[in-house]
């Protein structure tokens, strides 16, 4: 389990694997990629087709479409706990540094 200050998925990549499950909380300023919506269609002009899908910010919940998950718990603490999962969401890279060896 991560806090928000570290980059969580860069560490699932690094425990892929791994018998692991890697759960963080991830900070609300955090701009994420959606996959390209599938199949392609090239424009009359050509063109290469695109690496990322839209933007997903945490911020802008109308950005964020229908979860793939949803689980809601009432916890005698903090009342109403809800989680929230999307499937092939991925970050927005500000450098390469850290990824220098991926291939993907």
Known sequence: MFDAGYDVPRMSRLL???????????RTNRVMRKAVPAPWISPPRGGRPPKHGKEFRFAKPETCGEPAAVSTQVTDRYGT????AWDRIHPRLTTRSARMDHAG
């Open 81 to 84: 706990a809800r989680a929230m």
């Open 16 to 26: 892929a694997g791994l018998p692991v499950e890697v759960l963080g909380r991830m």
